[in-house]
């Protein structure tokens, strides 16, 4: 009856579904009647518990704790870069844990991070590598066994029978530090091409994000500051920030002003929670500082009285995330870049969801740019001692890079961990995309939906098979540590990456791991003082580096004005989805709150519809047919949907091309 676990779900949670019931001897923790313990954060309690009433489903009974082996390592689930400690037994892992890493997580783990684990050991996992079957009698994939050596010749005549602008590269973000700057020798180095980019057309331009004032977890949540919240819902999204949040809110006094199309799960916290319609951005962060906007004139009045808040601060930052999928990153970019110009002493954290996402632009992952931040006219001497070519020109996003192969003017694609047919917005597009490549070359743990359509299959090593680093949102480096051996004859990405280097310019080395780390920390200005080798011996809390542009400019967006009956459309995320690892971990199955798509109640009695009547929404793209749920709660004139879900297949009607989505409902 120590009560950890229920003040855990109440005060650091928020979620007070568990509680003490019956009395005396009789004593237990337990549920409300109806209400089951449905938090995103549960397996927590079963961390802090002291004598071991709660227990977790995935580690119950398959092991003693004694008879664990337990290495402190990195998550890469998220770009939270949490620190857990990896605990396996015969060679199999059996269970996370959070360690308490005083700037990052606190101990705290999500549940899909806590149990994500049981997808690396999953029975479905790539073992051996794949190639087609040339000898296959129809034209559908036929992928058979190989060997390691007759697939890398088979991607050095894939690399050399073509020239480098015809050369792509998609993902990344999945891979350690040291991988990724491989891959950017490789791309960039070696065959020349500078199509290469870690984000899946849901991110931001790494220019921008460079160009703005960095923060870190412990700045953001300062006690008494102001904290601007600017799109994705951090509960959703990264879940032990939102914890760190929510305690600034409720225990530090911080004022939260929220910004964003749909409620998220700190709304109720917020000082000024304010619902700004897709594309509006942009205007709002412009009445916010005092210039006339063209939004409507409650929403002008509330931004005026957060105005206020923020202008009387000593402390604010900026939490800059994506307010929908269906539409451009640059509105919000703009958005952001005005609002440093407005408080010039406001400091950024960037909510890019996507692993080791800031290690792959720093690492050159990223078009235009090379290892250490720098442009590609700016590479170091050494870089290029290094690095037998550079890029001549500046290359395509992932957008750009579908559309080119659509257009014929992509070869070669190579996807690491990457899988575009789900995770790219424009599904309709990366789908056309991959049926005109020549040579796709796939470097992952799953035969996803994209890999299935690969000619070549390297299968990697996971999280917990490797070493390494990883760079969180805020720049943090802290170190990745292998605890068990990967599957069959699975090989971490750096090493993949370093024998394709060998069959591509051998004399361009390295050769081996530790050669790899101190060719990293030579080549680039930005790690000079880090020494690659020795990051594996630095404590729980990494290593902070900051390094960026000064300045940058962005190209003005014209957001069409919507058309009478039309619906703009705001794509969000929520923490389980159909994702592929969260496919293959048993405790995190049947957990996706499926493919509801709302709208104002008003906006359905207009039309004549109720949630009973089917519907066909009409998209630049396509339709689909489905049902709507009325939310009050949804600003009139928007339709909400959540990605990657069981039913209706959003991504069908999002045109990548456009600024903003707009649909047509009818009744069918």
Same mark, same amino acid.
């Given at each position: 009856l120590c009560d950890r676990c229920t003040r855990f779900a109440d005060q650091v949670a928020g979620d007070a579904l568990i509680h003490f019931i019956d009395r005396g001897n009789k004593t237990q923790v337990n549920t409300y009647p109806d209400q089951p313990f449905s938090s995103y954060f549960s397996g927590n309690t079963v961390q802090i518990c002291p004598v071991g009433a709660l227990t977790a489903a995935p580690f119950r009974f398959k092991a003693r704790p004694w008879d664990l082996t337990e290495v402190e390592s990195t998550s890469t689930f998220? =770009?939270?870069?949490?620190?857990? =400690?990896?605990?396996? =037994?015969r060679d199999r892992v059996l269970r996370f844990t959070g360690v308490d890493s005083d700037s990052v997580n606190w101990g705290w783990l999500t549940d899909k991070e806590r149990f994500i684990f049981e997808s690396y050991s999953s029975e479905n996992r790539l073992v051996e590598p794949l190639m087609i079957d040339g000898f296959a009698e129809d034209e559908n994939n036929q992928l058979v066994a190989t060997s390691w050596s007759e697939a890398y010749e088979k991607c050095l005549t894939a690399f050399t029978e073509t020239t480098p602008e015809r050369i792509a590269v998609i993902g990344g973000s999945r891979l350690t530090n040291e991988a990724q700057y491989v891959w950017s020798k490789i791309t960039k180095g070696i065959l020349g091409t500078d199509n290469v980019d870690a984000q899946l057309g849901d991110g931001f331009s790494p220019e921008v994000l460079l160009s703005l004032n960095p923060s870190t977890i412990d700045e953001t949540c300062k006690p008494g500051g102001v904290i601007i919240l600017l799109g994705a819902d951090p509960k959703e999204e990264l879940g032990t920030l939102y914890l760190r949040l929510r305690h600034a809110v409720v225990q530090d006094q911080c004022k939260l002003i929220e910004l964003t199309p749909v409620k998220t799960g700190l709304s109720q916290l917020a000082t000024h929670s304010i619902r700004i319609p897709p594309g509006k951005i942009f205007?709002?962060?412009k009445a916010l500082s005092g210039e006339s906007s063209e939004l409507e004139e409650q929403i002008l009045k509330e931004l005026s009285d957060a105005g206020k808040i923020i202008k009387n601060s000593n402390s604010v930052s900026v939490l800059l995330g994506r307010t929908s999928l269906a539409e451009t990153s640059s509105i919000v970019e703009n958005a952001a870049i005005t609002l440093k110009e407005y408080l010039p002493e406001a400091s950024f954290l960037p909510l890019l969801r996507r692993g080791n996402i800031n290690g792959a632009i720093n690492m050159g992952l990223s078009p235009g740019l090379l290892p250490g931040r720098?442009?590609?006219?700016e590479g170091s001497e050494e870089l290029q001692n290094n690095w037998p070519t550079l890029p001549s020109s500046k290359g395509f996003n992932t957008r750009e890079i579908l559309e080119a192969a659509v257009n014929g003017q992509i070869d070669v694609l190579v996807l690491l961990a990457s899988d575009p047919l789900k995770d790219f917005p424009d599904s309709q597009l990366a789908q056309e995309a991959l049926e005109r490549i020549e040579t796709v070359v796939a470097v992952d743990i799953f035969a996803t939906e994209s890999v299935l359509q690969a000619d070549i299959v390297l299968p990697a090593a996971t999280t917990t098979e490797i070493d390494g680093t990883f760079t969180n949102l805020e720049g943090r480096i802290s170190p990745i540590r292998r605890s068990v051996t990967p599957p069959g004859t699975a090989r971490p990405d750096w090493m993949i990456a370093l024998d394709l280097v060998q069959y591509l310019a051998p004399k361009a080395g390295p050769s081996t791991f530790k050669e790899l780390c101190e060719e990293i920390s030579r080549v680039s200005g930005?790690?000079?003082?880090?020494?690659?080798t020795t990051v594996g011996e630095i404590d729980k809390e990494g290593v902070v580096l900051r390094s960026g542009f000064q300045s940058v400019q962005t190209s003005s967006v014209k957001i069409p004005k919507k058309k009478a009956n039309s619906f703009r459309l705001i794509v969000t995320r929520s923490m389980y989805d159909k994702g592929v690892l969260a496919a293959h971990s048993s405790a995190l199955q049947g957990l996706a709150p499926g493919g509801q798509i709302k709208v104002n109640p008003e906006d359905m009695e +207009?039309?004549?519809i109720t949630s009973d009547s089917t519907v066909r929404l009409i998209g630049s793209k396509g339709e689909i047919r489905t049902r709507l749920t009325p939310d009050p709660e949804i600003i009139c004139g928007t339709i909400h949907a959540l990605w990657n879900q069981e039913g209706p297949d959003i991504s069908k009607l999002?045109?990548?091309?456009?600024?903003?989505?707009?649909? +047509?409902?009818?009744t069918t």
């Open positions: 998220d =770009s939270i870069g949490n620190r857990v =400690s990896v605990q396996e =037994s205007e709002a962060v720098c442009n590609l006219e930005m790690y000079e003082d880090l020494d690659f +207009k039309l004549g999002i045109d990548s091309s456009l600024p903003v989505n707009d649909l +047509k409902i009818e």
